[in-house]
Nanobody
């Protein structure tokens, strides 16, 4: 199994910045795509950004140009640098990875989520 632990959420004023981190641990054989999703109250969970093992990045239109995803393959970690934050970015942010663990088929794993609140 693979466990994901997120950190870095918090309260920030509009226009501010935050950096989210997510580290994977467990009986990892290989980690493939990693990404960030978010869910605002009363809304469905949505994609924020993903990054492949080859560092190909993909962003939702709502964050493009403001957020940057990166990963450290040696640390099995993914990061989300969020700049120019807006109140509509307020949500619980979840880390997700597709990984192969010992004795387990390739599976999607989710973190527990970290709250990001942007005040106006």
């Amino acid at each position: 199994q693979v466990q994901l632990v997120e950190s870095g959420g918090g309260l920030v004023q509009a226009g501010g910045s935050l950096r989210l981190s997510c580290a994977a641990s467990g009986s990892i054989v290989s980690i493939f795509a990693m990404g960030w999703y978010r869910q605002a109250p009363g809304k469905q969970r949505e994609l924020v950004a993903t990054i492949t093992t080859g560092a190909y990045e993909n962003y939702s239109d709502s964050v493009k140009g403001r957020f940057t995803i990166s990963r450290d393959n040696a640390k099995n970690a993914v990061y989300l640098q969020m700049m120019s934050l807006k109140p509509e970015d307020t949500a619980v942010y979840y880390c997700k990875t597709t990984a192969l663990a010992r004795g387990v088929p390739i599976t999607d794993y989710w973190g527990q989520g970290t709250q990001v609140t942007v005040s106006s």
